[in-house]
Structures are given as C-alpha cells and as structure tokens.
C-alpha cells in the first residue's frame, strides 16, 4: 500500500528527483518481488521426467533495472506532459480547419490507395500477404462494428461466425464440389443464421454478461469443431480446400486458366492480386452496406439502442427484432471473411478460431473508435501491422500484444478517432466527442 | 452407486478449487462491476508460484512435507497477491471512470500478458510434479469398487474450509470487510465517509488473487501439474460459478463452484470428457438466460 501514497501527490504535481526516485525505487522493489521466482527461476522437465531448475539472477536484476529506468521515464514524461486532463489544448482555428480537410481526405486517400497496392507491389509477395491480411481484419473489424459499435451489443464471440463461414466454405467445396461463389452466399446466411441462434438467448442480458455468454459461445463453437472429428477432422483440421475461381475460370497455368484464355504469361501472382481484390471489395461491401443501413430505420434502431435501451422500448422500437438484425448482419460479413479465409489458406483448423482472434477483432473496433468507419481500418491497419513487425520475436507477439491493448486502452479509451459526425443532426452538423457517445447498456 | 459416491468426492474437490477463484470474481464484480478477465490468470500465476518455491524449498533440503506445503502456501499468496494488486494499479486504476468497455478491453490485454508471461518465462510446456501428499483411506469397498478418499483430497477441502472460514471473518468482523461492502453499496458516499475508496478496491484484489493463489497451489496438489494455459478455463468456469452462485455474492461463489464442479465431474463420468468443457459453458448460458441473478443473488433493480 506504500506505493499508493507517492501516486495521491503525484496529481498534485509533485516535482523532484527524490519523489521520482522513491517512485522508481518502488516499482523496482515490486518488480522484484514479482519476477524474483517466475523470472529468477527457470523449471523444465527434464529428460526423465523430473523437474529440474536453474536460477536465472541475471536476468532478473536486468528486469529490475528496466522497470527501474522505465519507471523513472514514465514519471518524468508525466510531469513534461502535465497531469492529465488538467491542460486544454487549444488548435488554432487555420489549423483546425486544415486537419478536417485533411480529415476527410484521409478515407478516399487510402481507398486509392490500396486499389493500387497490387500494381505498385507486384513483385512483392509478402506485402500483398499481408495487405490480404490487413483486408480480412478491416472486413472483420467492420463487420463487428455493426454488432458493437453501432447497436452497442458486446461481442466476445465473434470468431464463431468467423469460423462457421469458414467451416461452410470448406465442407460445402470439398464434400458437394460446390464453388467459392455459390458458397460464398451460403457462408454468409449460415453465419447469420447462427448469428440468430445465439442472438434469441442473450436478448435479455446486458453489458458485461452478455460479453461472457458470447465468450462462451464462441468456445463452444471451437470445443465442437475440435471434438466433432467425423464432420470437422477435428484438431487436424480440413485440408485441400478449392481455390476460389474467376468466376468459374481457374487461377492456374492449365489451358483453360485465365492466363491462357488471355493470352498472357500464367503466373502465380495472379491469384494473389485477385484475391486481394476479392478481400478488398468484399470489405467495401461491408462498409458500403454498414453506411446504407446507417441511414435505414433498422440502422437509426440500431443506434437508438446503443444509446438507451430503455427509451428504445418507449419510443415502440422492437428491441428483438433490432438486436437479432445486428447480430445477424454482424455475423454474415463475418462468414463472408470467414469464406475467403478458408479459400486464401486452403487449410483450417480450429487453432485458427481462438478467443485471441475475436479479442484482436474487438480490440481493432474499440481501438477504431466504435462505430467509426475509418477508425475501424486505420485501427486494423496499425494492430495487424504492429503484430507484423513483431513477427521475429515470435514467442514475445502476444506479450506485446496484450500489454498495447492495455497501454492503448489507458491512453486512448475512446479509440484513435475520438470524434465523429452524427448520423443524424438538427439544422447544422456538427462534430461530437466520442465521450458522449455511450456505449450501450446491450 | 460407488461410483457415484466417489465422483461426488472428486466434484467437491475440484468444486472447492472453483469456488476459491469464484470468490475473486465475485468480489471484484461487486466492488467495481467489471468482469476481471485476467483472474483466472493470477491463478495460474499462484500454481507456477507454488510449483517453483516447491522446488526450491525441497531442493535446499527440507523434508517435512506440511512445513514445505505451509511455507509455499504463504509465498505463493504473498506474491500473487502482489500481482493482483499490480494489475488493478497498471491495467484498471487509470480507467476507473473511464467508459465501460476501457477496463474489460484492458483486463483481457492485461490476460494475455500474464500467460505469454509466464509462458516466455517458464516455456509453453507443461510442469510435472510428482504427487506430493500420498496415501489416503478407502471410505467402502464392495464388488471390488472401491470409494478412495486421497490425502490431497482432504488437504484441499480442508484448506478451503479453513481460509473461508478466515475470509468470512474478514468480511464481516474487520474495518476492512465494512469498507469494503460500503463501497460496494456507494463508492461516492463510501469516499465522504472517509473509507480510502482506491486503498480498498487494492485491497480487494489482493484478497482475491491470494485466495487464486490458495487455489492455484491446490491445483498443483491435486493433478501434479501447471501449465501456462490453464488459466482461461479454469477462469471462465470460476466466473460462471460465480455467477451461478449470484453475483456479489460470497457463499453463492462458494455454492456455485461446488455445482460447476460437480456438474463437471458427474458429466465427465456418464457421458462424455470431451465436452465437459461445453457442458459447463452451456450451464453458464442456461444460468444466464433463465436465473440472470444467480442462486444467492439479489435482483438488479434497474433505475432509468
């Protein structure tokens, strides 16, 4: 309880070398205490068996000096940035008025943008990877952005939907020969389906609960796929899934592929440009029907009730009917990018529908600033990047992810774009904080 | 029905692990109203405690088996309780009044650094001990089954009951257990009375991550091993025990792990292990859905 006395007159700015030196002093000691034998103290089973361990002191006192420096810098970042939310930070009107042109320039910018990534990394395979990549998290973060972001309803859950898209795709192609583009449909409207499914039971729950039932339908989901070995393969997975075709015209070097029929070079690229484009227009469908439906009576609903729930029934919305609508468009986009994954990796297993994918998908939306478009895949745009960058350090990936979720959370907690238009306005438009946006009781 | 009587044995036991880290849940819940994803965490955390100064205490030379398992009990809730007091400073302090969704985002970041945590520290594979409390009594036998009754067993009932019983107490006999259920009725008007509001949602989190610890090292007792994984389970079907028992509430925590265990058991026993964990997320939902305030609970009257 010490350490908690330092932090009281730290908000009345206390300045000094001596209280930044306690303050460290202390975070040193409790990093001490806490690393000394998880850190200390290395346990293996050894070669029969046993356990045996080794000390590891170097590297505990390196832990304890870097809590001790890092802690030192945080305190001296705190007192040059002032205590926060004390100082208000004025833009001057010509700036102002620059960044939101900036602002709006953004969306267009960036859509340009990655319509000319594959031309301008042709020859780049990895970076049209993970441009892929970055697309399936975008379509994904947009898609929960309608269960969470516009009609407030928490959803821990939603790599199930993600994972009935897939499993449709892959079970529908390999066991009735049907291709990705009747599928695709059917993804969707299976996930949707599901999306109904859990939506009945959780209409009653709100906030924190529902977020648990949906955590634990999306176990559920995954604990069947893995134990339902004659339908799924279980942990092994499905593998040889089709290819998806240019509309019935294969991506491959034979005579009647594409290239041949076009009379150009086959190459293997091919397939990945068009499967970038595929991901990039069917996360545009996503925004385009979001945006649509923002302006529907469903989407004002939606809306509505993220802002109270309450006032929703007074007014004779249909709460029913509005949460399963949310829950079921939310989750067909979802089977739609669960389709194309199944497709683009041609193998899936259940490793690939943990908790951890639909925390990184609820991060990206919270992150993006609930409910705002841009936000959502400037957000998908900076986690899945980030994640890319810390692929040497392989084991280090989700430390570094869970701590940014906490630091960003802690820093930003109403997202990058903490400002956004509302949909609908009296007389004139204008710009609202984010911090008067609620969440949803949902 | 030996059969029976020797999976209600082993439900009660693994019910009393649940309910230990149940009460976390449910204490936390009641105080700040938020779900504290990485509990189950700080539970695992406790196990690998428990299971390194094991080692170590043996390998300096001590031989009495309980002052070993005294000591380790003692260590390994000194520290994980410090770990739980340094996640609500680091990850949920700062978002005290931040937007609802601020702190669970943050608790299941702060989840995620604790088992990658531990697992870069200590490796992904799985730690092994040999049983440390041996022997036990054979209650009946008859058609050569027979109704075994381990040591370790007792020793993890027994602990359980010992520190609700000390827990309880807290609650309800010391200043502490009055700021602490005043500031779950009001925090505002808990803070003018001059309860240290902040100082006792700390130590909130440090009761229920020593009782994760307590149920971390009973773990180990029990199944002999500790794994960097094993806290999400474990954590969700403490949370739905606690839930089951009536949010808030401390005996439902208890009751609620002690039916989630033997829910677990009994159904692993008749139908079929695989889906004991599917089975105990469909109670969790079935709870929700028909009983949304728990066995004990009280109903949430809601105000517009």
């Given amino acids: 309880m010490t350490a908690s006395a330092p932090e009281r007159t730290s908000t ?27 850190i200390g103290i290395r ?14 002191f170097g590297d505990l006192a390196s832990m304890v000096a870097i ?82 972001g516009l009609a407030g309803l928490l959803d821990l859950g939603y790599v199930a939907f993600y994972s009935v898209g897939a499993y449709s795709y892959a079970l529908l192609s390999t066991n009735f020969d049907l291709s990705f583009w009747v599928c695709l449909p059917l993804a969707g409207i299976l996930a949707a389906f599901w999306g109904v499914l859990l939506g009945f039971p959780v209409l009653r729950l709100r906030g924190d609960y529902l977020a648990i039932v949906t955590l634990a339908f999306g176990e559920i989901i995954r604990l069947v796929i893995i134990n339902w070995q004659s339908l799924t393969g279980g942990p092994n997975g499905i593998s040889g899934i089709p290819r998806p075709t240019f509309f019935g015209i294969p991506l491959t070097a034979s005579d009647n592929g594409l290239a041949a029929k076009l009379g150009i070079p086959f190459s293997p690229t091919h397939r990945i440009v068009f499967l970038f484009y595929l991901i990039l227009a069917l996360a545009l469908l996503t925004n385009w029907v979001t945006i649509r439906l923002r302006r529907l009576p469903i989407g004002r609903a939606w809306e509505a009730l993220r802002e109270d729930e309450v006032a929703c029934r007074a007014l004779g919305i249909n709460t029913t009917t509005t949460k399963l609508t949310a829950f079921a468009t939310g989750a067909m986009f979802g089977g739609f990018a669960g389709a194309f994954f199944a497709t683009r990796q041609g193998f899936i297993s259940p490793e690939s529908f943990t908790f951890q994918e639909s925390a990184l998908v609820l991060a990206i ?11 959502v895949a400037l957000a998908a745009l900076a986690m899945i990047g980030g994640f890319e ?26 997202g990058l774009i903490g400002h956004r238009a509302p949909t609908v306005f009296l007389k004139q438009s204008q710009a609202i904080s984010s911090d008067l946006v609620k969440e949803g009781h949902g | 029905m030996d059969y029976f009587a020797q999976q209600v044995i082993n439900g009660i036991v693994l019910g009393s692990i649940y309910g230990l880290i149940a009460i976390g849940y449910t204490m936390v819940y009641g105080i700040v109203g938020m779900i504290n994803f990485a509990h189950g965490d700080i539970f695992m955390i ?41 996640v609500e400073r680091i990850a949920y302090r700062p978002l005290r009044h931040s937007f609802r969704l601020a702190p669970m985002l943050s608790a299941i970041g702060m989840s995620f650094v604790l088992s990658n945590f531990s697992q870069v520290a200590q490796g992904a594979r799985v730690k092994p001990v040999p049983p440390i409390i041996t022997g036990g009594y054979t209650l009946l036998e008859q058609n050569g089954f027979a109704v075994r009754l381990s040591n370790a067993q007792i020793v993890v009932v027994v602990t359980t009951i010992v520190l609700l019983a000390i827990f309880t107490w807290l609650v309800s006999r010391t200043r502490l257990g009055r700021d602490m259920r005043a500031c779950e009725q009001d925090q505002t008007m808990a803070a003018l009375l001059g309860v240290d509001v902040d100082r006792t949602i700390s130590m909130t989190f440090v009761i229920g991550a020593a009782l994760a610890a307590v149920a971390g090292m009973m773990y180990l007792l029990y199944y002999g091993l500790v794994d960097f994984f094993m806290g999400f389970v474990a954590g969700i079907k403490a949370f739905t025990a606690a839930v089951l028992g009536g949010i808030g509430s401390l005996p439902g925590a208890m009751l609620g792990g002690l039916a989630i265990g033997l829910i677990e058991t009994l159904w692993s026993a008749y139908f079929s292990v695989e889906y004991k964990d599917v089975a105990a997320f ?16 009280r109903p949430e009257v809601e105000k517009v």
Avoid: C
């Fill in chain 1, 389 to 414: 960058l810390f692929r040497g350090l392989e084991q280090f990936r989700m430390l570094v992810f869970g701590l940014a979720m906490v630091l960003l959370m802690i820093w930003r907690p109403r």
């Fill in chain 1, 365 to 375: 939306v919270v992150l993006g600033g609930m409910g705002s478009q841009l936000g």
């Fill in chain 1, 67 to 148: 809590v001790f420096g890092g802690s030192i810098v945080v305190e001296l970042l705190r007192q040059w940035w002032g205590a926060a939310g004390t100082t208000i930070r004025v833009i001057p009107p010509p700036v102002q008025t620059t960044l939101a042109v900036a602002g709006r320039l953004v969306a267009p910018a960036l859509l340009i943008f990655a319509l000319l990534v594959p031309v301008i990394f042709y020859h780049q395979r990895y970076i049209l990877d993970l441009g892929i990549l970055v697309l399936t998290y975008v379509m994904l973060g947009w898609g929960l952005n309608i269960v969470v």
């Fill in chain 1, 12 to 38: 009345s700015r206390a300045t000094g070398a001596a209280f930044i030196f306690k303050k460290a002093l202390i975070s040193a000691l409790v990093a001490l205490v806490l690393f000394s034998l998880m």
């Fill in chain 2, 46 to 86: 406790g196990g690998f405690i428990a299971l390194i100064s094991f080692l170590v205490l043996v390998s300096i030379g001590l031989t009495a088996i309980p002052l070993i398992l005294l000591i380790v009990l003692l260590v390994s809730m000194a520290i994980t309780a410090l770990y739980g007091w340094t």
């Fill in chain 1, 43 to 56: 346990t293996e089973a050894g070669p029969t068996g046993q356990l045996i361990y080794w000390t590891r």
């Fill in chain 2, 282 to 297: 469909s109670i969790l939902i079935i709870v929700l859905i028909f009983l949304p305030t728990g066995l004990l609970g």
